[in-house]
């Protein structure tokens, strides 16, 4: 199994940037395919972005065009970059890994979480 440590969470104003990282420990993780989930207070948490194992990216439609995942097999780390950040982006941002998709239940390993808060 992986462990995973997100960093890079903060307070924005709408329109800016922020860049989270999560880094791995474990063996696997070069073959893990990778993910960001978030949750907002009161909703289910949800699919934002993902990372095959080799390199294939797919992102939810609603930080299409906005946010961009990468991955460094080397250093055991995965990227999530915000930009254009809206009020909504608001949530606790989770990273992931396992055997791919869009559902939650697809993935083994989870980081604690880091928050991520969009003043308007």
């Known amino acids: 199994q992986v462990q995973l440590v997100e960093s890079g969470g903060g307070l924005v104003q709408a329109g800016g940037s922020l860049k989270l990282s999560c880094t791995a420990s474990g063996r696997t993780f070069s073959t893990n395919d990778m993910a960001w989930f978030r949750q907002a207070p009161g909703k289910e948490r949800e699919f934002v972005a993902g990372?095959?194992?080799?390199?294939?990216?797919v992102y939810a439609n609603s930080v299409k065009g906005r946010f961009t995942v990468s991955r460094d097999n080397a250093k055991k780390t995965v990227a999530l970059q915000m930009n254009s950040l809206k009020a909504e982006d608001t949530a606790v941002y989770y990273c992931a890994a396992g055997s791919g998709g869009r559902a939650p239940a697809e993935f083994g390993s989870w980081g604690q979480g880091t928050q991520v808060t969009v003043s308007s």
């Open positions: 990372i095959s194992w080799i390199g294939i990216t």
